[in-house]
C-alpha cells in the first residue's frame, strides 16, 4: 500500500516541477528581450547601477518565506487570470509602442498573476512584499527623473553652500554654480544625489521590512530614506566646498568627490537607525514575518 501511495505522489509532484519548469521557459522566452535590455541599462546607467542586487535580495527573501508559501498554497484565484492578461496585454503593447520602462512592470504583474493562479490569494500574501521589491530594479519614467535631478541640483546647491557659510567659507552662488576664491563648483548631474536616493529609497524598503512594529511606523521609518538622502547630499556639498577652498577644486573634484558620494550613503544609513530608534522600532526575525504579512498585505486578493 505505501509503494501505491509513493507512486501516485511522485507523478504528481513531477507535474508540479514540470509546470513551474514550463512556466518559467515561457516567460524567459517573451520577456528576453526585456531582460537584456535591463542588464544593459544597470551596466550604462550610474543611477540604476544598483540593480544588479535586487534579483539576489528577492532570491533570498522568497528562499526564507519558502516555508509559510508552501504551508498556505489553496486554490487558484480567478483575479489572477485577470493580472496575467493585463500583464501580457501591457507587454505587446509596450513592444509595439517601443517603450521599455513599462515592459518590466508588466513582468512583476506577470509574477503576481502567476502566484494567484498557482499557489492561491493565501500564499501570494506571503510574498507580496519581495515580489513588489522587483520594482526596485526597473528604471523610472525619464521626465520623472529629469525633474527630480533638477529639483535636487537646486536644492543641494542653495542648502549646501547655506551650510558650507555658516562653516566659515566664503562663496557665493549662481543658480547651480558655486563660487569661492579657490575656483568655481557647477553642480552637474552626478552631484544631484538621484544615484543616492533612488539606491537609499530601495535600502529604507528593505530596511522597514526587517523592522518591526506598527505599519505607519515602518512607512515613516521607509519614507525618511528620501529626506536622508537629500540632507546627506547637502552635506557633501558642504565638505566639497571646504574641501575646495582649503586644498583647491582639484582636490574636491578628484578623490573626495568620489569618496564622498560613500560618505553620503553612510550618512544617510546612519540617519535610518536613529530614525528606528525614534521611532521605537527593532529589527524583527523570520519569525515576525507571518504578522507583517498579514498586517500589509491586506489588499491582496483572496
Known amino acids: 500500500m505505501e509503494r501505491n501511495g509513493e507512486s501516485t505522489k511522485r507523478p504528481t509532484w513531477i507535474l508540479g516541477v514540470g509546470t513551474v519548469a514550463a512556466v518559467v521557459f515561457l516567460a524567459v522566452l517573451v520577456y528576453h528581450g526585456t531582460f537584456a535590455t535591463l542588464w544593459r541599462t544597470w551596466a550604462t546607467n550610474p543611477n540604476y547601477s544598483h540593480g544588479y542586487l535586487i534579483p539576489p535580495v528577492v532570491a533570498f527573501l522568497l528562499w526564507r518565506d519558502r516555508g509559510r508559501f508552501l504551508e498556505r498554497r489553496s486554490r487558484g484565484s480567478n483575479w489572477g487570470v485577470f493580472l496575467l492578461a493585463i500583464a501580457l496585454l501591457g507587454h505587446v503593447v509596450s513592444l509595439r509602442a517601443g517603450v521599455f520602462m513599462t515592459q518590466g512592470y508588466s513582468f512583476v504583474l506577470l509574477l ?56 566659515g567659507i566664503p562663496l557665493a552662488r549662481s543658480g547651480m554654480t558655486i563660487h569661492i576664491p579657490a575656483g568655481s563648483l557647477r553642480i552637474a548631474d552626478p552631484c544631484s544625489g538621484l544615484r543616492s536616493l533612488i539606491a537609499l529609497v530601495a535600502l529604507g524598503a528593505l530596511f522597514a521590512w526587517f523592522t518591526s512594529g506598527r505599519g505607519w511606523k515602518r512607512g515613516v521609518l521607509f519614507l525618511s530614506a528620501i529626506p536622508l538622502a537629500v540632507l546627506g547630499n547637502t552635506i557633501r556639498i558642504a565638505i566639497l566646498c571646504a574641501v575646495a577652498n582649503v586644498w583647491g577644486i582639484d582636490a574636491a573634484l578628484g578623490f573626495f568627490h568620489d569618496f564622498s558620494g560613500f560618505l553620503l550613503f553612510a550618512i544617510a544609513l546612519c540617519g535610518l537607525f536613529v530614525v528606528r530608534r525614534l521611532l521605537r522600532c527593532e529589527g524583527r526575525g523570520a519569525g515576525d514575518a507571518e504578522e507583517a504579512n498579514r498586517a500589509a498585505g491586506e489588499g491582496v486578493a483572496r
Open 112 to 167: 503576481f498573476g502567476l502566484s494567484l493562479v498557482f499557489f492561491g490569494g493565501k500564499a501570494t500574501r506571503t510574498v507580496w512584499f519581495p515580489l513588489s521589491y522587483l520594482v526596485f530594479m526597473l528604471p523610472m519614467p525619464p521626465y520623472l527623473m529629469n525633474v527630480a535631478s533638477f529639483r535636487l541640483k537646486l536644492v543641494a546647491a542653495h542648502v549646501g553652500s547655506a551650510i558650507a557659510i555658516k562653516m
